[in-house]
């Protein structure tokens, strides 16, 4: 059942609703978010811009911090406008070689300037993704890991 479907049905008058609302909602919006998630996408897929983009235009919208991209080739700034990404909240890294890469996306994610930052940094043993996920803890940042298979 849904938040908003549990207090409809709580009983409880409007101002013990929003109390009760308030005390539930509270720890999340204090809470800050540090994890890695990881995209698996196939090669060569024509859809990755149609399932990346979107995710782009949504998480360029929803802080103040910016979003951070690495990524190994040029980026049209018009084509991300044209999907909704809004580029002055987007910083864009280029890194043609994964040892940078991986070196630029620790930093990004450990920095706390970024509210997530994306990159492809390739097949990660367990301790690189130790790694960057104590980078986003220390950072208060989200990951975004793009694979393809």
């Known amino acids: ?3 908003a479907l549990q207090f409809s049905h709580s009983g409880l008058d409007s101002s013990a609703a ?3 609302r308030q005390q539930v909602l509270a720890p999340r919006a204090q809470k800050q ?3 890695i998630t990881e995209l698996v996408l196939t090669q060569h897929s024509p859809d990755a ?3 990346l983009l979107p995710m782009l235009a949504y998480l360029s919208r929803d802080t103040e911090r910016w979003v951070t991209w690495i990524c190994d080739k040029k980026v049209d700034r018009q084509n991300l406008a044209n999907y ?3 580029t002055d909240k987007l910083r864009i890294v280029y890194s043609d070689q994964l040892n940078n890469t991986h ?5 990004a994610l450990n920095a706390g300037t970024s509210h997530t930052v994306i990159a492809a ?4 043993t367990d301790e690189e993704m130790h790694h960057f996920e104590s980078a986003a803890q220390s950072g208060g940042s989200r990951g975004l890991f793009i694979r393809y298979r």
């Open 121 to 124: 940094p390739g097949s990660l």
């Open 18 to 20: 929003t109390d009760q």
């Open 49 to 51: 811009e149609l399932l």
């Open 33 to 35: 978010t540090s994890d």
């Open 103 to 107: 070196w630029v996306l620790w930093e």
């Open 1 to 3: 059942m849904s938040l």
């Open 84 to 86: 909704g990404v809004d």
